[in-house]
């Protein structure tokens, strides 16, 4: 049996967490974390209409439920307080996954730190599905080589997401770098732009209450190959959530990722 604090308990992500762990006998919901703006009740079945959480604790405070966790899911969508919470759980040797995207260079080098402490696992996707996207994403790359390929990567989500590129993004464009070494990142063009051979270009679509898409394009002359992933449903990532929690735990002090859980 897995316990589980979840932090951005109240969210769209967190409730689906919730929800998903109630229903998996190797996990138990220990208590929720949510900013003091957004908590009405401290009871987290009242506050979620959870009969079965009646009693479980719903704070603003990570340190007064954290002893009775083993595993701290982190989906607040708020990067200085998932450093924040992460270095918390480091200092108590706590395991934290952690779902939160638009951390910026140092932050990761920041949980990268706490990670020599305590077991941390950071993916800016947690769907199986994406995690696998990444693998033949890398795959495809290293095959087309100096092929003379240009690569594009393109993503669309709803309206209310906050950062762009998503992490997501962010992550292919990484793998693409590293296996093409392109440097050159372009967000979106505007004007007399005409391409570079060592461009990687994003691009980012925002509307309606797409979950998340997104495609990588390699583009040569006479033919293309486009690799897609498409999330229909915000429990695609919540489920690879409850299973990087289930799978930390009594892991040795590290930093891991989404392909450590899949043995990618």
């Not at 200085?80 to 996954?97: D, G, M, N, Q």
Request: with cysteine; charged share 30%.
């Amino acid at each position: 049996m897995v316990k589980v604090v979840v932090c951005g308990a109240l969210g769209r992500m967190g409730r689906r967490i919730i929800e998903l762990g109630i229903q998996d006998k190797d996990v138990e919901i220990v208590g929720g974390i949510e900013h003091p703006d957004c908590i009405s009740s401290l009871d987290l079945g009242e506050a979620l209409g959870k009969p079965e959480l009646k009693g479980k604790p719903l704070t603003s405070r990570l340190e007064e439920v954290l002893p009775m966790a083993d595993v701290v899911i982190e989906f607040s969508g708020n990067p200085t307080a998932a450093v924040s919470y992460t270095k918390l759980t480091s200092l108590e040797r706590k395991a934290i996954v952690i779902g939160t995207t638009g951390f910026t260079p140092q932050e990761i080098e920041e949980i990268k730190e706490f990670s020599k402490k305590a077991p941390i696992l950071l993916s800016p996707n947690m769907s199986l599905g994406v995690n696998l996207l990444f693998k033949l994403v890398e795959i495809t790359a290293k095959v087309l080589k100096d092929k003379n390929f240009d690569v594009e990567i393109m993503e669309i989500h709803h309206r209310f997401k906050k950062d762009a590129p998503s992490g997501t993004a962010m992550k292919l464009a990484e793998i693409l770098s590293e296996v093409l070494d392109r440097r050159n990142i372009v967000f979106g063009r505007e004007g007399e732009a005409p391409r570079k051979e060592n461009e990687i270009g994003v691009m980012s679509l925002r509307g309606g209450d797409v979950v998340g898409d997104h495609t990588v394009f390699f583009l040569g002359f006479g033919e293309r190959l486009e690799l897609t992933h498409r999330a229909s449903s915000r429990d695609t990532f919540a489920k690879g959530a409850v299973e990087a929690a289930k799978w930390i735990k009594g892991k040795e002090p590290g930093f891991y990722t989404m392909f450590d859980v899949l043995g990618l």
